[in-house]
């Protein structure tokens, strides 16, 4: 799975996209962890 965010992050910076990143752990261990998010 983080082969996958990787590849996004690699594509989206290829656009111009300069503050895109991987999340080691994915968006589950980001949100376990405590860490902010944005509502929906």
Known sequence: ?????????????????????ALKGGWNDWVEAGFLTEPK
């Open 1 to 21: 799975m983080e082969a996958t965010s990787a590849s996004v992050v690699l594509n989206l910076r290829g656009r111009g996209f300069t503050n895109a990143f």
